[in-house]
T-cell receptor
Framework: LAKTTQPISMDSYEGQEVNITCSHN???????ITWYQQFPSQGPRFIIQ???TKVTNEVASLFIPADRKSSTLSLPRVSLSDTAVYYC?????????????FGQGTTLQVKP | EAGVTQFPSHSVIEKGQTVTLRCDPI?????LYWYRRVMGKEIKFLLH????????ESGMPNNRFLAERTGGTYSTLKVQPAELEDSGVYFC???????????????FGAGSRLTVL
């Protein structure tokens, strides 16, 4: 599984757009990019997944450039409740078995 | 639908004692996983069940840890005897059969915090 690198922490203010970039230089052809969110005292929660270009859901957008060596999670108009740790993971399909490799994640602190 | 349920939420035991953690996955999820985060470290994979069979237990730290999933429903993770370094949060996750396209998406429980004194 490809290793990922992301900032340890980020600060933002309510109402701002937050972009968290993840580097995955060794991403393989079959790898998908998945982001999880974790609140204190909870388990990680799936946010979004993509393979290339742009993916958008009700929570976030995921931008993946053509070379796929990085990806950016975009959270529109964050609120205090978006304070959490965000993990970028890269895994392959169809051989992906759910054996996820978590890094340190990015701790996002949203301030009023 | 009900999520992944873990019990207990917090357990405090003394070194040398035994603890059993339980996980109830989402109904119909054949895949069940155990992960853990020990103090200051990253979340690490422990093992993976497909129904009642252990698919991958490469992350189990040593033979003091025993995971079971009888009948392919709930799972237990027993630590016997517990050591200080076993303290941490143990997460259970489940998923549907491996995705044909897209990477597998896991639903995690809230975790069981284990404190070994």
């Amino acid at each position: 599984l490809a290793k990922t690198t992301q900032p340890i922490s980020m600060d933002s203010y309510e109402g701002q757009e937050v972009n968290i970039t993840c580097s995955h230089n060794n991403i393989a052809t079959n790898d998908y990019i998945t982001w999880y969110q974790q609140f204190p005292s909870q388990g990680p929660r799936f946010i979004i997944q993509g393979y290339k270009t742009k993916v958008t859901n009700e929570v976030a957008s995921l931008f993946i450039p053509a070379d796929r060596k990085s990806s950016t999670l975009s959270l529109p108009r964050v609120s205090l409740s978006d304070t959490a740790v965000y993990y970028c993971l890269v895994g392959d399909t169809p051989s992906n078995t759910g054996k996820l490799i978590f890094g340190q994640g990015t701790t996002l602190q949203v301030k009023p | 639908e009900a999520g992944v349920t873990q019990f207990p939420s917090h357990s405090v035991i003394e070194k040398g004692q035994t603890v059993t953690l339980r996980c109830d996955p989402i109904s119909g999820h054949d895949n069940l996983y155990w992960y853990r985060r020990v103090m200051g470290k990253e979340i690490k994979f422990l093992l993976h069940f497909v129904k009642e069979s252990k698919q991958d237990e490469s992350g189990m730290p040593n033979n003091r840890f025993l995971a079971e999933r009888t009948g392919g429903t709930y799972s237990t993770l027993k630590v016997q005897p517990a050591e200080l370094e076993d303290s941490g949060v143990y997460f259970c996750a489940s998923s549907t059969p491996i995705a044909v396209s897209g990477a597998n998406v896991l639903t995690f429980g809230a975790g069981s915090r284990l404190t070994v004194l």
